[in-house]
């Protein structure tokens, strides 16, 4: 194996592929929700059998002050509507929607 200063490279190597297999989703944020979260998207590690409910108890947590109570929002994943019982996979992408009204 290679050395580099008398570390072993396939350390790295190894590293590398840890965290490319890592299980994500991505959670975007629009309008008011991005002045709170002071950015466009985050990403959220994912297990087996989580489900849309449980990538917003993790947004609520990470935002407390980000009004996602239900009936304010549309929720989506990879621009279909989901429900809080819709099933995520690695690479998903979420939207929790804000509603807009006005006259």
Request: net charge negative.
């Amino acid at each position: 194996m290679w050395e580099l200063e008398g570390v072993d490279v396939g350390y790295f190597s190894k590293l590398w592929v840890n965290q490319a297999m890592k299980k994500v989703i991505s959670i975007e944020f629009f309008g008011m929700q991005r002045a709170v979260t002071k950015t466009d998207s985050i990403y959220m590690p994912i297990a087996e059998n989580m489900r849309v409910n449980d990538a917003l108890e993790y947004v609520k947590n990470q935002y407390p002050k980000l009004p996602l109570d239900k009936g304010m929002v549309l929720i989506t994943v990879n621009q279909e509507m989901a429900s809080l019982d819709t099933m995520l996979k690695a690479n998903d992408s979420v939207l929790f929607l804000p509603f807009i009204s006005g006259g």
